[in-house]
């Protein structure tokens, strides 16, 4: 019985864990859809795309927090991480993890879902330099090609 509860509590938080995680992208994709709406007509789209970068990297995240905001476009590029910066402007489409996935494809598939969704895989931590499980809820932004996560 105690197994079970054990089970049971984990399930709980993990999917609690999982709808903050999906909560906090959506609301992102909110801010870029508003504010690309309210300055499309007076800025350059390259211009509001590093406007909006700059925002989402002030007020994202907690430094203490595991939770951290990735940008790709649909081409695999790396658009932005707000907790690593070493790696903007390469390409990891065809980067694969430890079990063969290739993340950067299925987190940008999945992003073009019309809910977006879920993705789970590998990947290094640059703190630790070794592989960990993650948990990505990823969500795309069309009119940039932009998947979030």
Known sequence: ???????????????S????????????????????????????KDEIKKEI??????INLNENSNEYIFIYDFSGV??????????IGKNFLNFTDSNKKEVVKELIETSKNSDGGFVNYFWTKPEI???????????SY???SWTIG
């Not at 197994?3 to 709980?12: A, G, S």
């Not at 330099?129 to 969500?139: D, P, Q």
């Open 142 to 144: 069309e009119p940039f």
């Open 17 to 44: 864990q999982k709808e903050i995680l999906k909560s906090h992208i959506k609301n992102s994709l909110k801010f870029i859809e508003f504010y690309y709406e309210e300055n499309k007509n007076l800025k350059s």
């Open 53 to 58: 970068i700059y925002i989402l990297n002030k």
């Open 78 to 87: 790396l658009i932005d991480n707000s907790t690593d910066k070493s790696n």
């Open 1 to 15: 019985e105690l197994q079970e509860k054990i089970i049971t509590l984990k399930e709980d938080y993990s999917n």
């Open 129 to 139: 330099t070794k592989e960990r499980n993650k948990i990505s809820y990823v969500i």
